[in-house]
């Protein structure tokens, strides 16, 4: 069984920048694909960025050059370094993890366990 912990949500201005963190407990954190989505109101969950066991990252086209994921093994840790915010990017983001590294790592039938998400507001 795994858990995760989203933090570091709030409300930012347009162009900002906030990182998310997202803490995992059980002993497979190193062997996990982990990966961060959003749903933003009346939307469909989306993926954002997923990173496999070996440090490789992969992003949905609308993030990439803004929105970097990183691992630290050592903390059983995710973040996703958010920056130059648009309000498009407003929505509930959740952390998840899963044993796949294939080519549909953003798809988020891959991940078994999810966290309870954390808010991300751009305000225009």
């Known amino acids: 069984q795994v858990q995760l912990r989203e933090s570091g949500g709030g409300l930012v201005q347009a162009g900002g920048s906030l990182r998310l963190s997202c803490a995992a407990s059980?002993?497979?954190?190193?062997?996990?694909?982990m990966g961060w989505f959003r749903q933003a109101p009346g939307k469909e969950r989306e993926s954002v960025a997923a990173i496999n066991r070996s440090g490789g990252t992969y992003s949905t086209d609308s993030v990439k050059g803004r929105f970097t994921i990183s691992r630290d093994n050592a903390k059983n840790t995710v973040y996703l370094q958010m920056n130059s915010l648009k309000p498009e990017d407003t929505a509930v983001y959740y952390c998840?993890?899963?044993?796949?590294?294939?080519?549909?790592?953003?798809?988020?039938?891959?991940?078994?366990?999810w966290g309870q998400g954390t808010q991300v507001t751009v305000s225009s």
């Open positions: 059980g002993r497979t954190f190193s062997s996990s694909t």
């Open positions: 998840a993890a899963g044993g796949y590294s294939g080519t549909y790592i953003l798809s988020s039938r891959n991940y078994n366990y």
